[in-house]
């Protein structure tokens, strides 16, 4: 770094390559937006943010040394936007080692919320609500007979509990419950159970191209089940890789509308997408437009100097901040700042419609 070129470095390991590599772009994509806009204006309190990305392929151990070097050699203020469930649990012992915050992980783990992290601040609702919602909503529609498959990881479990949930909400019990290997996915023997449950809806709680894979085989063996999958699947890049397979698949959503333009966070990330002379804003990119959003308030209130800790206590004192048509909240017992959740399905035009 050159002298008198004081910048805010801010670190982000994530799947730039990989399985989720379409959502990860994404989000930091969203993310961007609102920096580069920020930066143009002189940044925050005289200073540019500088976000350092790099790619640890979605592997959870990659994850953990990708974040050790952006804390202990280039000495990140904080940590951003990582992605995967197990891959940000990886990196704790780090964050609570030097005291560095990390604000907005992609993941809705409950075990990132509670009990609280102390350096983990989330700025989106849980799995668990997602997946108890997605459930209720089959449940309300007459769906009966649905099966629920995982990754054998953390993430996995996670988003089970809250369609178990659900279910039991709604007086239903799973008519198949199956998970795979996350490392080597092999669909052809939950297909052929699913088929035989004569489930009506799949409940698939997986990333990006397993998702793809298993809607794929599903279909090639005749089923048409209802197929249902959570917001970290909530991209372009999602729809893209499922094809024909697209249409009817629902996806749950964790902020508004990206084209709802009565939110002013979306209006003010549709305004900033048109004036790049990018595309149509998704999900994903809102995601990480909210995300940074919070990041720059943060810094904003640390002060002209941020520290890890000015920034950590700033990141605590935010009340009732208005993200645009939506309130965050954190507090030193309470670091989930959003609750939002909603339903999507994905339309003939290939785009999420509410």
């Known amino acids: 770094m050159l002298p008198g070129h004081a910048q805010i470095m801010v670190g982000q390991t994530a799947g730039f390559s990989g399985q989720v590599a379409a959502g990860v772009r994404e989000t930091t994509d969203g993310a961007l937006l609102f920096l580069d806009a920020v930066n143009a204006k002189g940044g925050v309190n005289g200073q540019k943010i500088e976000l350092v990305s790099l790619d640890d392929k979605f592997d959870p151990k990659l994850a953990a040394e990708n974040a050790r070097k952006l804390i202990e050699e280039q000495s990140v203020v904080a940590m951003f936007l990582t992605r995967g469930t197990p891959h940000t649990q990886a990196?704790?012992?780090l964050l609570d080692k030097h005291g560095v915050p990390l604000v907005a992980p992609s993941t809705g783990a409950i075990v990132l919320h509670r009990p609280v992290q102390k350096y983990i601040f989330n700025v989106r609702?849980?799995?668990q609500r997602e997946a108890e919602k997605a459930m209720t909503h089959l449940a309300s529609m007459g769906v009966k007979r649905i099966a629920l498959v995982s990754a054998n990881d953390s993430f996995g479990d996670d988003g089970i509990a809250g369609a178990l949930k659900g279910l039991t909400a709604s007086n239903l019990q799973p008519v198949l419950q199956e998970k795979f290997d996350r490392a080597k996915p092999d669909f052809a023997p939950i297909v052929a159970k699913a088929a035989k449950a004569d489930a009506q809806a799949v409940l698939m709680v997986a990333s990006g191209t397993a998702v793809v894979d298993a809607t794929n085989a599903l279909r090639q063996a005749g089923s048409a089940a209802q197929i249902v999958t959570l917001s970290n699947n909530a991209s372009g890049g999602f729809i893209k890789s499922l094809g024909a397979n697209g249409r009817g698949v629902i996806v749950t959503q964790?902020?508004?509308?990206?084209?709802?333009?009565?939110?002013?966070?979306v209006k003010e990330a549709q305004d900033l997408a048109r004036a790049k002379g990018l595309g149509e804003l998704s999900p994903a990119m809102?995601?990480?437009?909210?995300?940074?959003?919070v990041l720059v308030e943060g810094l904003r209130r640390a002060g002209p100097k941020p520290t890890r800790e000015k920034l950590h206590a700033a990141l605590e004192s935010i009340r009732k901040y208005d993200l645009g048509g939506l309130e965050l909240n954190f507090s030193p017992e309470d670091h989930s700042g959003l609750d939002f959740a909603d339903l999507s399905i994905i339309g003939t035009d290939g785009k999420f419609r509410r």
Do not use: C, D, H, S
């Open 91 to 93: 990196i704790i012992p």
């Open 125 to 127: 609702a849980t799995y």
């Open 254 to 265: 964790v902020f508004p509308n990206e084209r709802a333009m009565t939110f002013p966070l």
């Open 286 to 293: 809102l995601e990480g437009f909210a995300g940074a959003k």
